[in-house]
């Protein structure tokens, strides 16, 4: 079992690298190439592993608990049951990726880029994700109160039966979303521009910044100003 304790390897070549059941504490192991490791049962705290390559890995259970993960490629990754609390994730990469019951809580995604996503079951309380554009993404039954959308960009995004209570979506925009049976009580929807926003059975009590029907009356008009 390696034992990696606030190692630093720079612009080092480390294809097949073996690190199953390793324990990273505090390394630095910036832009590595990991697709070809093996990193079944990876435990890692506060690691510098920005850029590196995962897509296509199989990831599921790992732990990288407050790593720093910016712009690191997450393509087709299953990260299913993988622990990212409190994880730097800006500017990451998740097309096609999944993250099935994965736990995001206190994680920072500021300008993530997200499509074609499964996340249903995803613990996200607390994350930041302002700015991140989100295409084709399933959050259902997610758990993310407190969580913060900021100016996010959402498309076809799936919020049924989330637990969101205090979550913020001010400034952000979308089209095709749904909120179906969500948990929303005390969430802010400031200036939030959604087209096409399925409230059906939502829990909305004390919403902050805008109204139910007021959401629902800009929904419509925004469709029909849409060419």
Excluded: I
Aim: glycine letters at 6%.
């Amino acid at each position: 079992q390696a034992v990696l304790h606030r190692s630093v390897a720079a612009q080092c070549e480390m294809a097949g690298l073996v690190l199953a059941q390793a324990k990273l504490e505090q390394a630095v192991l910036p832009n590595l190439d990991l697709r070809d490791s093996d990193l079944r049962g990876l435990v890692a705290h506060s690691a510098a592993l920005q850029g590196a390559r995962f897509d296509g890995m199989d990831l599921r259970g790992v732990v990288l608990q407050r790593c720093l993960l910016e712009s690191a490629n997450f393509t087709g990754t299953c990260l299913d049951g993988a622990d990212l609390r409190e994880a730097n994730l800006r500017k990451a990469v998740l097309t096609g990726a999944s993250l099935r019951e994965a736990k995001l809580d206190n994680a920072l995604l500021l300008d993530s880029r997200w499509n074609e996503v499964d996340a249903a079951g995803l613990s996200c309380e607390g994350a930041l994700f302002q700015s991140a554009e989100l295409r084709k993404v399933s959050f259902a039954d997610a758990r993310g109160s407190g969580s913060v959308w900021d100016h996010a960009r959402l498309t076809e995004v799936d919020f049924d039966r989330v637990s969101f209570a205090y979550a913020r979506f001010d400034h952000a925009s979308g089209e095709r979303l749904r909120f179906r049976h969500a948990r929303l009580d005390h969430a802010s929807f400031h200036n939030a521009r959604f087209v096409d926003a399925d409230f059906s059975a939502a829990h909305t009590r004390r919403l902050r910044g805008t109204s139910l029907p007021r959401l629902a009356a800009e929904a419509r008009a925004l469709a029909l100003e849409m060419p």
